[in-house]
């Protein structure tokens, strides 16, 4: 089992930044043989893949709406995963969820890994 707790979330201006974070823990957690991802779902509507970033963190992904300003990152030695989001907008306002798996492909092409984090809220005013 593995407990995902996001932090970091909050309210920022449109053009600001916040950088979340998500500490894993976990009986006997072997954090690097996790991929990681996060989600986020704003009011109304689905959730959705934000970005993945593989055990090693040698390969990440983004969806094409946050290429460029958000950045995928992971810290083996501290169990943690971080969310840098740069040049923020409006439409990026949603609860993003910290995700954990054992495939990329699945964080990545279906609906994420076995394990949720509880979210963290960002709101981003214009």
């Known amino acids: 089992q593995v407990q995902l707790v996001e932090s970091g979330g909050g309210l920022v201006q449109a053009g600001g930044s916040l950088r979340l974070s998500c500490a894993a823990s976990?009986?006997?957690?072997?954090?690097?043989?996790?991929?990681m991802g996060w989600f986020r779902q704003a009011p109304g509507k689905e959730r959705e893949f934000v970005a993945a970033?593989?055990?090693?963190?040698?390969?990440?992904y983004s969806t094409d709406s946050v290429k460029g300003r958000f950045t995928i990152s992971r810290d083996n030695a501290k169990n943690t995963v971080f969310l840098q989001m740069d040049s923020l907008k409006p439409e990026d306002t949603a609860v993003y969820y910290c995700?954990?798996?054992?495939?990329?492909?699945?964080?990545?092409?279906?609906?994420?890994?076995?394990?949720w984090g509880q979210g963290t809220q960002v709101t981003v005013s214009s």
């Open positions: 995700n954990a798996g054992l495939s990329l492909y699945t964080i990545q092409t279906t609906s994420g890994g076995a394990y």
């Open positions: 976990g009986r006997n957690l072997q954090f690097s043989s996790y991929a």
């Open positions: 970033i593989s055990w090693s963190g040698s390969r990440t």
